[in-house]
């Protein structure tokens, strides 16, 4: 693992917009979805230093305290995980670390998260996960917000939003 400040992390998505223009989302999430191994392992060993069992055996309380622990002493910010609609999980928090309230950007803009928690979270399912961010503090929003679920369910939502629904809305069509 390595540090990297916000500031820096700031700057190089800002760049990367800049100077890659929409190619830049892909490349922060395949970096993202590159440094997820390291960090799920790096969660396995903290707990394991704790004395907790593995992320895979934990009850989902258990798990949730952890993961918002860990996120929060590794400078990600605090966290909440949570479900909604049964259909997928959900990631928030009101001081993301990738975020960048002063950017008013147009679309959710977290993207090397989205990728990483993507990798992380679906190395914990044992299946692949998709990650969609719906709510940034670099647009606006008063937190940021990642729904996990399969490909498929967040391409439903991802449909729903293009036709205006709101992603709540869509994911309340599929049940």
């Given at each position: 693992?390595?540090?990297?400040?916000?500031?820096?992390?700031?700057?190089?998505?800002?760049?990367?917009?800049?100077?890659?223009?929409g190619n830049a989302?892909?490349?922060?999430?395949?970096?993202?979805?590159?440094?997820?191994?390291?960090?799920?392992?790096?969660?396995?060993?903290?707990?394991?230093?704790?004395?907790?069992?593995?992320?895979?055996?934990?009850?989902?309380?258990?798990?949730?305290?952890?993961?918002?622990?860990?996120?929060?002493?590794?400078?990600?910010?605090?966290?909440?995980?949570?479900?909604?609609?049964?259909?997928?999980?959900?990631?928030?928090?009101?001081d993301w670390a990738?975020?960048?309230?002063?950017?008013?950007?147009?679309?959710?803009?977290?993207?090397?998260?989205?990728?990483?928690?993507?990798?992380?979270?679906?190395?914990?399912?044992?299946?692949?996960?998709?990650?969609?961010?719906?709510?940034?503090?670099?647009?606006?929003?008063?937190?940021?917000?990642?729904?996990?679920?399969?490909?498929?369910?967040?391409?439903?939502?991802?449909?729903?939003?293009?036709?205006?629904?709101?992603?709540?809305?869509?994911?309340?069509?599929?049940?």
């Open positions: 693992m390595v540090a990297l400040t916000r500031d820096a992390l700031i700057a190089l998505r800002s760049v990367l917009f800049r100077d890659a223009g989302a892909a490349y922060l999430q395949e970096a993202g979805y590159a440094g997820g191994g390291a960090l799920y392992q790096a969660f396995a060993d903290w707990n394991a230093s704790r004395g907790s069992a593995v992320p895979e055996n934990m009850a989902a309380p258990e798990f949730e305290r952890h993961a918002a622990e860990f996120f929060q002493e590794l400078g990600w910010g605090a966290i909440r995980v949570g479900t909604l609609h049964d259909s997928v999980l959900t990631v928030d928090s009101g990738e975020s960048d309230p002063e950017s008013a950007m147009q679309f959710p803009g977290c993207y090397l998260s989205a990728g990483m928690l993507a990798d992380f979270f679906g190395r914990l399912a044992g299946a692949p996960m998709a990650v969609m961010e719906v709510e940034c503090r670099s647009m606006g929003s008063h937190q940021c917000r990642f729904l996990l679920g399969s490909s498929e369910t967040l391409q439903h939502v991802y449909d729903g939003m293009t036709q205006g629904a709101s992603y709540d809305v869509a994911l309340q069509q599929m049940a």
